[in-house]
């Protein structure tokens, strides 16, 4: 019996794992991390991450081939192909401060790994690195003399939170990279033949090790671009009186641009987008590529702008002041079906009014623990408060921040009666019908249409 360990049980570890336990019953997963808070939720039904459909999954594998622990020595001495999936945040401290990854985490476990090992293993890179981490890592591993033989992989992973188990089970494509030397096309085909249990062998791509590590750097940054690019639009559609929703609509029917990932919003956000293009950003700086590097940084920059503006639009539409007005925040986490608040813009939007001085009443339906913790130095002027009919009672203005589509389907002329007037209405991710607001008698402010 295959024998898998993975490092890192939180967002990707524990759903990807899940999925490969349940699709390969003769394959034993394990999953270990040193957070034992996040392990004992594993093994309940109340799981440490809201994910649509993951709690299924879980519950089909756990006990049968799917295992959590605290034991990371012991996961690694049995597994013979380990995962590594623990965070890589940007750096906060020291050179490439604010730009560069993290790399502590996933270093710290490449020791580990080379110390407790009595057994060849394959290292499959999971977590999102800077091209050419494998290297490094490969160097650590064979650091001083050891007879174990560690073949490092690397195998990315596209999935996006709120649709994580969709993606998980039908991905448009699977990419593992490794040495074109023949230890390392073998590990490449025996971790081919565990995905290949259930995605058909077209979409499980291969390719060189350095080619797989920065195609993740680059799916992101080019996801988040097509994201600042249309929100760069959507600032120009509120000058001219065109409609964003329909600009990104007329474009998106040309193949070659294509429909997806043109939604204007209050800006992108999420553990991730930011992280990666500013890691891309130090990557060619790093290699002296400034051009390439000020490219990129121009789609965070655009983000920054668009979350900006958005509460520029509310405080001049509110005659320019908010002060000591009450705000309704409809929705937290950086988007619908997750419970995770990482980078979300309304931690940004919420700064933002806070520093203005409103009052501010965050609303969720599955972020409000996450939320809690987010901002504790504006703990005096931020109220929790799970229904948004009770959020918005006595409100001045209601902004809606995520698209949960609860939110598309709220009574809002019970939600009117009970707002101040006039009764503002911003909506950040373009999702209800303005018109039917506009008569119930809401001053309505969206993103990328003239007013
Ligand atoms: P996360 O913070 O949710 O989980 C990481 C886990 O690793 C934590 O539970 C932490 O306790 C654990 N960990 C850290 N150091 C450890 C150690 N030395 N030993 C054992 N456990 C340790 O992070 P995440 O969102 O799952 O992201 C993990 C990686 O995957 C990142 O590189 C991220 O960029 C990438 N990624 C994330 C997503 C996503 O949707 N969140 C998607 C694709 C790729
Ligand atoms: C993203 C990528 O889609 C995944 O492929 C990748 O694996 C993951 O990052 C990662 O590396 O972490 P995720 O951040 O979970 O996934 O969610 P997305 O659906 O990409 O949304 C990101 C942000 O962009 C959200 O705030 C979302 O609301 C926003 N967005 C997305 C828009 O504003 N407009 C759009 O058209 C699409």
Known sequence: MTKICCIGAGYVGGPTMAMIAKQCPDVQVNVVDINEKRIAAWQTDDLPIFEPGLL?????????????????????????????????????????????????????????IKEVSISDKIIVEKSTLPVRTAEAMERVLHAGDNPVHFEVLSNPEFLAEGTAIEDLECPDRVLIGGHETETGQKALQTLAEIYATWIPRERILT??????????????????????S?????????????????VAHAIGTDSRIGPKFLKASIGFGGSCFKKDILNLVYLCESYGLPEPANYWRQVVTMNDYQETRFVKTMLHNMFNTIANKRIAVFGFAFKADTGDTRESPAIKVCRELASEHATIVVSDPEAMDNAKLEMPELADQIEF?????????????????????????LDYQRIYDSMQKPAFLFDGRNMLDHNALFEMGFEVYSIGKGL
């Not at 034991?71 to 401060?97: H, L, M, W, Y």
């Not at 929100?231 to 329909?246: F, H, Q, R």
């Open 385 to 409: 408060e799970e229904d948004p009919y009770k959020a918005a009672f006595g409100a001045h203005a209601v902004a809606v921040l995520t698209d949960w589509k609860q939110y598309g389907e």
């Open 56 to 112: 299924g999954v879980v519950k089909e594998a756990r006990g049968r081939n799917l295992f959590f622990s605290t034991d990371v020595d012991q996961g690694i001495r049995d597994a013979d192909i380990i995962f590594v999936s623990v965070n890589t945040p940007t750096k906060t401290f020291g050179e490439g401060a604010g730009c560069a990854s993290d790399l502590q985490y996933w270093e710290l476990c490449a020791r580990r």
């Open 207 to 228: 390719t060189n090790l350095w080619s797989s590590e920065l195609s993740k750097l680059t799916a992101n940054a080019f996801l988040a671009q097509r994201v600042s």
């Open 230 to 246: 249309i929100n760069a639009i959507s600032a120009l559609c509120e000058a001219t009186e065109a409609d964003v929703g329909e």
